[in-house]
């Protein structure tokens, strides 16, 4: 199944699920136009952040390089902070970002002797970027006026007719079917889907939601998150039978490193 249709069903189980447990308790909030704009903006950072990173392994990038290259995206927060002159690079920020700059290309395989690079990269490098902008923009949610499932349905609400349209626009472009194929699913696929989406998409994202602005710092959040990528590298290992070269390991690691420090220098300077 290509990554679009994997995607466009678990974001259309996860409405319908999210929908399900929001008429039940009576808290069914679609957005007005007051409010569309930002659920369309989220929607579509979502839809394309989520599909970059499924889009890797359509092109065979091993999940733990995948994974690797997704959480550049403290890299990306304080790049953006640069250019938008939140923040100045300073001494103790600019190696931090070098090192991960290294890391990634280390992790990417690229051979100085032959420098030939699989168009797969590109997809968890621009999920990276993606993921930096959803956390950004799901901090300024409407949370005064909407719960953190309410946020998470409207956000899915848009992000399902973009990701269609992005869908109808790629087929006649690629010729890769693991990206763009359409297939009619069994039972066992149906069912596969309905649980990463319960488990993997309404279950993670929704508890992300709950992450209160006032109590938990972006800082401390990101290094939660940090969790994940370990975890990815465990489960491609032990499931998969995946490894990389050891290289590669070291540039991943070089990542989480510089993600970590990033995120620790910015605790610091925020108090």
Known sequence: ???????????????????????????????????????????????????????AIAFDIPIAVSVALVYTQPIFTALISFATRKEKPTLSNTPVIILGVIGVFLVSG??????????GIVFPVLAGFLYAVYLWLKRRAPVKEYTPLQVLFNTYLFAIPILLAAWMISLPLSAKPLLVGVIVPDATQLLLLFLFALLSTVLPYGLLNYVKVEEVSPTTEGMLLLGDPLLHTLWAMLFFGQY???????????????????????AKGST
């Open 110 to 119: 690229l051979n100085v002797a032959d420098p030939q690079i699989n168009v």
């Open 1 to 55: 199944m290509s990554s679009f249709e994997q995607l466009f069903f678990r974001l259309v189980f996860s409405l319908v699920i999210l929908l399900s447990w929001l008429v039940y308790k009576r808290k069914l909030h679609v957005t007005g136009k007051e409010r569309a704009n930002f659920f369309a903006a989220i929607g579509l950072t979502y839809a394309f952040f989520a599909l970059c990173g499924l889009s």
């Open 244 to 266: 990389i070269s050891a290289v590669q390991y070291i540039g991943a690691a070089l990542i989480l490193a510089s993600a970590a420090i990033s995120l620790k220098l910015g």
